[in-house]
């Protein structure tokens, strides 16, 4: 603490600026940390409390992915020992066109047995309406609000509410408002609750449900109801609590917390850099001080405590001060991460109350704290080693001696060949990840021998250009090695970073602009909602030959798509006339013969994949897919792996007759 106070303290009044800068490098990593991965708890943590206002007294879901399922599905889910009481769902995402207002999530209902699972607590309502189930099902422009929602807007009871349904825009009359909180609370209050029957009849869903929330008799277990279920309803079924659909939506948003961790590591580590080199020249500018010091009786460990004294202080100042920052940022990006839930809903999650849980702000402070430690460790252990003989000959102790030399260069080429190898053969994550790790290594131990070789070669234009001071620039560069390196290899990295990221999203973009040009080349799309990725209105039976029918219609493409849970991750089905789409889109596939790819996936005799899922499933040419629907398995191979970006999990393509058996 004494050479703390003695000899740091008035280095740091001395150098300000740069006291400054080293603390902005621990600011910088751990804002980026906290903000980013406070704001994914929040949102995750809001989705799964939204879920739980949904489900209220449920206990198990029964559902199909996003397929539905027939009718008498309920029948025998009702029929289960153990199940005290099972109703039927629909959620659908309807638009309002209120100005400043975003969708409405929809939940179809059971009035006649729902109420025995959620509460409906209405602050206004025609009790004779809503307190009668029967009235209520006699009545279907029946609508019940959330308080939010019908302050906002100014909807009170009796007004008229226009929705987008199957049928165009459909005034529904308002019968009741729920008072705030519990399950009028769910997407901050954009939800509205109607009959089940006519939520079929609106969003066309047949005679179809889209799950079924049941609850279970005393004496019975969760994990028995799921068993006994799972064996009566076969694979086609998930059987499952309602905070599963909380783990279905973290798996979604898989590559969006990879982003995140990617992001955070890279803050830290350009923040490394940041504090390494102004360590290392603190070290050079005090070298006659460490003399001193060494001279006098300190021990070189003394010398190395103290660097890192000073490293552990300026993180404990930067990790409060991107403590301040991060949670600052983070309802920033909790909005924008709240979107993506639309995705999914149509609705999008907000966090309400952004609240940072103690464990991860303790995380983010150790880490700030230690990234600083480490980032000063080398040049703390250069300071110890000084000899105080030495200490005034400047630059001699950077030197890099021919042993560390041929070292650091065989080493290097080591190591870079087996980065190059992994990075043009690795055939999976792990491979390529070591690979792109090693050339960051590699980078690292070179740059030394790349700057000390490059000073020397631009000494002699710098002594042509300034005779003076281009030579005691260069010199100092060639004396300072490792010092110069570290400024070298911190803008090649963050350079390198840039234009792989640049050349990533370029042919990303190109790549996607080229699918939808080809796989979405119709001259019009017909869709049932505003949002093309909206899957919770359906056309009827009917619309194709509707369609067709109008003059100057050569070809009607139906199309479906529809996530279901393969392998236990969400990926999307779409169902098209493979026929048709082999006339007028025509892609090469990534994997197998195209000809025999449309001609077997149109005869229902096989699948088509996409690219990313073959990758993220291990999936190979020929290999036989098990999908699960409500039918039962459908067993067929894979006969094509194709590029398609309809969904980030992965896409299986299979014909529509198929599908709609």
């Known amino acids: 603490m004494n050479l703390l106070r003695l000899i740091s303290w008035p280095y740091v009044r001395q150098h300000v600026l740069r006291t400054v800068l080293t603390t902005a490098g621990t600011v910088l990593g751990v804002t980026v940390f906290l903000g980013m991965n406070a704001a994914n708890q929040n949102v995750l943590r809001a989705f799964s409390q939204t879920v739980d206002r949904i489900a209220g007294k449920t206990e198990l879901q029964v559902s199909a992915g996003e397929t539905g399922f027939p009718e008498d599905v309920l029948e025998r889910v009702q029929s289960t020992p153990g199940v005290r009481v099972a109703v039927p769902v629909i959620e659908a995402v309807a638009r309002t066109r209120l100005a400043g207002e975003g969708d409405l999530l929809v939940l179809g209902i059971d009035m006649t047995g729902d109420r025995s699972l959620r509460d409906y607590d209405l602050e206004s309502a025609e009790d004779a309406v809503v307190d009668d189930p029967l009235v209520f099902l006699a009545q279907p422009d029946s609508i019940i609000l959330s308080s939010q929602f019908s302050n906002r807007n100014a909807v009170g009871l009796g007004s008229r509410l226009a929705l987008g349904t199957i049928e165009g825009d459909k005034p529904f009359t308002v019968r009741g408002v729920m008072t705030p909180g519990g399950l009028a609370s769910a997407f901050g209050g954009n939800l509205a609750v109607m009959d089940i029957y006519a939520a079929q009849k609106m969003f066309g869903r047949g005679r179809k449900f889209d799950r079924v929330d049941l609850a279970l008799k005393p004496g019975y277990t969760i994990a028995t109801a799921e068993q006994q279920l799972g064996s009566l309803l076969g694979p086609g079924f998930q059987v499952e609590p309602p905070s599963g659909r909380g783990q279905q939506f973290e798996a979604m948003l898989a590559a969006y917390s990879m982003m995140v961790g990617i992001s955070s590591l890279f803050a830290l580590f350009i923040g490394m850099f940041i504090i390494y080199n102004s360590f290392a020249i603190a070290v050079t500018q005090r070298r006659s001080e460490i003399g001193i010091l060494r001279a006098l009786g300190a021990t070189r460990r003394q010398i190395r405590w103290l660097f890192l004294g000073e490293s552990a202080v300026t993180g404990l100042v930067g990790s409060l001060g991107g403590l301040a920052f991060g949670v600052l940022i983070a309802r920033g990006i909790a909005a924008s991460i709240g979107t993506l839930i639309a995705d999914v809903y149509g609705v999008a999650q907000h966090a309400d109350e952004l609240s940072t849980s103690p464990g991860l702000l303790a995380l983010a402070l150790a880490i700030g704290i230690g990234t600083s430690i480490v980032a000063a460790a080398i040049p703390a252990r250069n300071a110890a080693r000084v000899d105080p003989v030495q200490a005034l000959q400047k630059g001699k102790y950077q030197i890099l001696s021919a042993g560390e030399s041929r070292v650091r260069a065989i080493l290097g080429g080591v190591l ?246």
């Open 416 to 661: 870079g060949a087996v980065s190059v190898i992994c990075l043009s053969t690795g055939t999976s994550r792990p491979v390529f990840y070591a690979g792109y790790v090693l050339a960051i290594v590699v980078s690292l131990l070179i740059s030394p021998l790349l700057s000390l070789a490059l000073a020397k070669a631009l000494r002699p234009l710098l002594k042509w250009l300034r005779p003076v001071e281009g030579a005691l620039a260069a010199d100092s560069l060639i004396q300072s090695p490792r010092r110069t390196s570290a400024s070298v290899a911190a803008l090649m990295l963050s350079l390198a970073l840039v234009v792989a990221f640049a050349g990533m999203a370029r042919a990303s973009y190109e790549s996607i602009i080229d699918w939808m040009e080809s796989a979405l080349n119709p001259e019009l799309f017909v869709i049932p909602s505003q949002n093309i990725v909206m899957r919770t209105i359906r056309f009827p039976p009917t619309m194709a030959p509707e369609l067709a029918a109008i003059p100057g219609v050569e070809r009607v493409q139906m199309v479906r798509d529809a996530r279901i849970i393969f392998r236990k991750t969400p990926v999307m089905i779409v169902a098209v006339d493979v026929k048709s789409i082999a006339e007028t889109v025509r892609r090469e596939p990534v994997a197998g013969d195209a000809d025999d790819m449309y001609r077997r996936t149109a005869a229902g005799e096989g699948l088509m994949v996409s690219d990313n899922l073959a990758q993220l499933q291990g999936l190979k040419l020929g290999e036989v897919l098990e999908v699960p629907a409500p039918n039962g398995l459908i067993r067929l191979p894979i006969v094509g792996i194709v590029v398609d970006y309809s969904d980030q999990q992965g896409t299986i393509l299979m014909d529509r007759s198929l599908f709609l058996r």
